[in-house]
């Protein structure tokens, strides 16, 4: 253990010292070193599945974690590369034995040890539940919540999913229960209702001293078609769901005025159920005002769905008579907030099932469903603004160092602390930079996740802390493009080709933070011929991989800030088959433009 002491510092000196020659800048080259031990605290634990995640959503998003990796036969692996930040280390074993461990990384250079010792997760007389949930493509989501109650129970429990896409549910009493998976949202109404029926039941038995392994994909979920696990509910019980309404209406001040470039939401529902009695649903949804106050906010029908689970349930063949509670919010020089309860009356629940009997059978997750919703119209919605507190946000360009001035943006403020008064807007708004390159957001104060993207522009995601009249600088990376061509070396000694219609992966790494890349996806034209467009401007590394040809790296490409970059032509290699070749493959390239002109 003391003998590699010596080599493990070499090693991360020379990383350092690496990252320091290739850039201005020092490259962040934190790492965590794990080591992953049986129970007995001993016996290294080879073959462990080892999970890199952290509790910051904006350190998860720049990183694409989780990150997973196996244990050698020490019970060694480690994570490079890493910026600073709260870290989360998970080591499991069929699933059955694992071990979480948060660490910290203060410093770019720092070299972080974590030891886990793998426990069973169930034990004695005692039963578990471990659980992973993705979304599509197969990513880690931590949005989702699993109710367990009791067979012929009243009461229920939950647990959330965690940073790493997994639920691990320990000390579980053995025997039958009803399960269901679930938004915070329907978890907070069925918190109200606790003898309410779950959505899309299925059964589950938990037993002395094992763990239960379940999984989920997220977006067949949320994308309101049912999940495969377990029995589904009789299909009379069960509200359309690939059906949409779109909410149509007008908004107005206090004078009739209408009210232009306006974020309006819906933040919720009361229907009736039964003469004199209304039950309150969890309906969401916003859009933003036109010239003419016009706005038309469109929802699915299976966030109507807890009316058909609901003791009486409402009779199909009415109409549907309720109350939305509406929030306004205007945004440039003053902001201000209105909200409004309006009465309407919304098409009866059998006429909703016609609808949606219209949408295909089985849609593509994540595509656009072809049916057009269903129109409704609000008419004249009054507001009465009232003034709330506001904070700056001043927008730098990174490349110039000057204010973003006149420049349209799209921010989503995403409130991480709890406050009262004003809130945050669930969906994002758009706002113009003034000559300052500022632009201001309503707050009550508090810690902040702040998303900002705009045309010309790459996406910016950050952590801050917004007071009432104070102000924030966020620094934004100018987009370029590059251009050039494809070309195939068959042999050392013959002239490359031009590759058309070939498939390419592209990664773009910007020199000065390895942690923020951006990958593209395209085909070459006729005559091998990209283009790649929103690059991050500045030195770049380029990483390109195809198909069964050898990857290329291109270092040192300076894209240039809002103009084509072009000639970066790039020169790729079939891979060789064991034995049969004596193709060199050179795994770092420089743009070389043919036809005589050198290399540059």
Not at 136 to 162: H, S, W
Not at 364 to 376: T, Y
Not at 492 to 503: G, K, S, T, V, Y
Request: glycine share 8%; with cysteine; charged share 25%.
């Amino acid at each position: 253990m003391m003998e590699r002491k010596p080599m493990w510092v070499a090693i991360a000196i020379s990383f350092c010292i690496a990252g320091v020659l290739s850039s201005i800048q020092p490259v962040r080259c934190g790492e965590l070193s794990v080591q992953v031990f049986m129970p007995d605290k001993q016996t290294p634990a080879k073959d462990a599945t080892v999970i890199l995640s952290s509790p910051d959503g904006n350190l998860r998003e720049r990183l694409n974690l989780p990150l997973q990796k196996v244990s050698d036969e020490n019970g060694r692996c480690r994570f490079e590369g890493l910026p600073e930040g709260e870290y989360t280390v998970r080591a499991a074993v069929a699933g059955e034995l694992v071990a979480t461990q948060s660490t910290r990384l203060i410093a770019p250079n720092q070299r972080v040890g974590v030891w886990l010792t793998l426990l069973p997760v169930a034990a004695g007389d005692k039963g578990a539940i471990v659980a992973t949930v993705t979304d599509n493509p197969a990513r880690a989501v931590n949005n989702i919540i699993l109710i367990l109650r009791p067979k012929d129970g009243d009461k229920f429990e939950q647990k959330t999913i965690d940073e790493f896409g997994m639920l691990i549910w320990s000390g579980l009493e053995p025997g039958e229960y009803e399960a269901a998976w679930v938004t915070s949202q329907i978890a907070k109404y069925l918190a109200r209702m606790p003898k309410a029926r779950l959505p899309n039941p299925f059964a589950l038995t938990i037993e002395p001293n094992k763990v239960l392994k379940l999984s989920l994909e997220a977006a067949r979920y949320v994308g309101g078609i049912p999940t495969p696990i377990g029995p589904l509910v009789p299909e009379r019980e069960v509200l359309p769901l690939l059906g949409r309404l779109a909410l149509r209406g007008i908004a107005l001040d206090v004078d009739g005025k209408p009210i232009a470039g306006a974020l309006v939401q819906i933040q919720g529902a009361q229907f009736t159920v039964q003469e004199g009695l209304m039950r309150s649903i969890p309906l969401f949804g916003a859009a933003n005002t036109d010239e003419h106050g016009q706005f038309e906010i469109v929802v699915s029908f299976a966030m109507l769905m807890p009316l058909m689970r609901m003791e009486p349930a409402p009779d199909e063949l009415k109409p549907l008579k309720g109350i939305l509670l509406f929030r306004l919010v205007t945004f440039g020089d003053k902001p201000a907030v209105a909200t409004e309860r309006v009465e309407v009356t919304l098409p009866s629940i059998a006429e909703l099932r016609k609808e949606a009997a219209k949408a295909p059978a089985q849609p593509r997750a994540g595509f656009e469903l072809p049916i057009k919703p269903v129109q409704f119209e609000l008419g004249k919605i009054k507001f009465t603004p009232r003034p709330v507190p506001t904070a700056r946000l001043r927008l730098i360009d990174t490349f110039t160092r000057t204010p973003i001035a006149g420049r349209k943006f799209t921010i989503h403020v995403l409130q991480t602390e709890r406050g009262e008064g004003v809130g945050r807007p669930i969906e994002p708004i758009t706002v113009e930079t003034d000559e300052n390159g500022t632009v201001l957001v309503p707050t009550e104060g508090g810690r902040h996740f702040v998303r900002i993207f705009g045309e010309g522009y790459t996406q910016a995601n950050e952590n801050v802390v917004l007071e009432p009249g104070g102000e924030v600088v966020v620094m934004l990376t100018p987009m370029g493009t590059v251009t050039g061509r494809v070309f195939i070396q068959i042999k050392e000694d013959i002239q490359p080709l031009p590759l058309p219609n070939a498939r390419l992966w592209f990664r773009i790494i910007p020199e000065n933070d390895g942690a923020k890349s951006t990958q593209f996806t395209l085909t070459t034209d006729a005559e091998g011929r990209y283009k790649l467009t929103n690059v991050p401007a500045g030195k770049v590394r380029i990483e390109v991989n195809s198909w069964l040809y050898a990857p290329v790296i291109i270092d040192g490409v300076f894209v240039k800030p809002a103009q084509v970059t072009d000639e970066i032509d790039i020169v790729i290699k079939p891979v060789p088959f064991a034995g049969k070749g004596e193709i060199g493959i050179d795994l770092v390239a420089k743009p070389v433009p043919l036809g005589g002109k050198g290399e540059r």
